[in-house]
């Protein structure tokens, strides 16, 4: 398997697509500190050489753009769930990172014995609800305070998953030297942080609400463990957080409906908006899922919207997304009246470990 990324581009079809697919995600996971998961992908990847399975085979026809179905990370979760729930303990060796060992023939006898299992885990994106990426969001509500814009944050999220970053008011963040938030709090981050530190300012949220067309119920011990199996197992502060986030539902529930993207946020935007809040939309890891139609609703709701906003009625966009290009995650921000271009305040380690600040 090639050392560098395989060019793709994010709508690409077909077995050549598939295949650049799982060969991209295993650097992206070597890249990210995850050597075990990268096995994990390398594994299947060599299942769909000669598919003798109806798993297999489904992934090695994939019907629709495996990278931005994230394909390979769909197979991946339901080999973790099937190690987490002790079901297949032929995989412990792998998840323990063991050496001399034949993963492809491992994985290859899981698939065999736990196909209809596995079945299941393929008809839907990843949950990859991650706290720390909250990190991104406070940092750039600070930005935007420092621009003027009021410091009184009513929030909605799209793909917000189980909601966790919807609980981003009773968390502590230490950003640079900069503190936010409760404290302790539910949870509390530290990013590594490169660069400036962000403004310092004092900011609280007037709402904090989000939408998923699979909303996830953290108070349910089996969706929960469907999100645990995301969870890339070599970063264990991952799995404490979520235990965190748990607890922190369980005490008061995120404000999370069903709905899609679009729809949630035209009908959002149509609501009053009072006097001297800031009305922001912000999402994480999630615009690859959105389909296009809905990414050009969303883009003309926000900008038509923008259109009518105000400085004591402003409308800002906060995204922390994956740039495919150069294969890293970019903080950029839009704001209404006056910041209506695109502006990139900084990149990010996609699970929060760090936060690369490119503003001075």
């Known amino acids: 398997?090639?050392?560098?990324?395989?060019?793709?581009?994010?709508?690409?079809?077909?077995?050549?697509?598939?295949?650049?697919?799982?060969?991209?995600?295993?650097?992206?996971?070597?890249?990210?500190?995850?050597?075990?998961?990268?096995?994990?992908?390398?594994?299947?990847?060599?299942?769909?050489?000669?598919?003798?399975?109806?798993?297999?085979?489904?992934?090695?026809?994939?019907?629709?753009?495996?990278?931005?179905?994230?394909?390979?990370?769909?197979?991946?979760?339901?080999?973790?769930?099937?190690?987490?729930?002790?079901?297949?303990?032929?995989?412990s060796p792998i998840y323990a990172?063991?050496?001399?060992?034949?993963?492809?023939?491992?994985?290859?006898?899981?698939?065999?014995?736990?196909?209809?299992?596995?079945?299941?885990?393929?008809?839907?994106?990843?949950?990859?609800?991650?706290?720390?990426?909250?990190?991104?969001?406070?940092?750039?509500?600070?930005?935007?305070?420092?621009?003027?814009?009021?410091?009184?944050?009513?929030c909605l999220e799209i793909g917000s998953s189980a909601g966790i970053n919807l609980m981003i008011d009773r968390y502590h963040y230490d950003l640079g030297g900069v503190q936010v938030g409760p404290e302790p709090g539910v949870m509390a981050f530290t990013p590594e942080w490169r660069g400036n530190h962000p403004p310092q300012h004092k900011i609280d949220f007037a709402g904090l609400k989000g939408c998923d067309v699979a909303p996830v119920d953290l108070t349910d011990p089996a969706q929960a463990m469907r999100l645990k199996a995301y969870i890339w197992p070599e970063h264990a502060v991952r799995f404490a957080r979520m235990e965190a986030a748990i607890a922190a539902a369980r005490e008061k529930?995120?404000?999370?409906?069903?709905?899609?993207?679009?729809?949630?946020?035209?009908?959002?935007?149509?609501?009053?908006?009072?006097?001297?809040?800031?009305?922001?939309?912000?999402?994480?890891?999630?615009?690859?899922?959105?389909p296009e139609d809905q990414q050009m609703r969303v883009t003309t709701a926000m900008e038509?919207?923008?259109?009518?906003?105000?400085?004591?009625?402003?409308?800002?966009?906060?995204?922390?997304?994956?740039?495919?290009?150069?294969?890293?995650h970019e903080l950029v921000v839009r704001y209404w009246p006056g910041g209506e271009a695109s502006k990139m305040l900084g990149r990010a380690h996609a699970h929060g470990a760090w936060v690369e600040w490119l503003e001075p």
Not at 264 to 271: N, P, S
Not at 282 to 290: D, F, L, P, T
Not at 311 to 320: E, G, K, T
Request: proline content about 8%; aromatic content about 6%; glycine content about 6%.
């Open 304 to 328: 038509e919207a923008g259109a009518e906003a105000s400085p004591d009625r402003p409308l800002a966009w906060i995204a922390l997304e994956a740039n495919r290009t150069v294969h890293s």
């Open 253 to 290: 529930k995120p404000d999370l409906i069903r709905a899609t993207a679009a729809d949630f946020v035209e009908a959002a935007l149509k609501k009053p908006q009072p006097k001297g809040v800031t009305r922001v939309l912000m999402h994480s890891i999630v615009w690859q899922y959105v």
């Open 1 to 91: 398997m090639s050392e560098r990324y395989q060019p793709i581009d994010l709508g690409d079809t077909g077995k050549d697509a598939v295949r650049t697919a799982f060969a991209n995600q295993v650097l992206y996971c070597r890249a990210n500190d995850a050597p075990v998961t990268a096995r994990i992908v390398a594994a299947l990847a060599t299942t769909l050489e000669k598919p003798a399975t109806t798993f297999a085979q489904r992934i090695a026809d994939w019907q629709g753009a495996p990278l931005a179905d994230a394909l390979p990370l769909r197979a991946a979760g339901g080999l973790h769930a099937l190690h987490l729930s002790g079901a297949a303990p032929e995989l």
């Open 97 to 154: 990172d063991a050496d001399d060992i034949n993963d492809g023939a491992i994985v290859a006898g899981v698939i065999a014995r736990h196909e209809a299992a596995l079945l299941p885990w393929l008809d839907g994106p990843p949950q990859t609800n991650e706290a720390g990426r909250s990190s991104n969001f406070i940092a750039a509500m600070l930005w935007l305070t420092e621009q003027g814009l009021p410091p009184h944050f009513d």
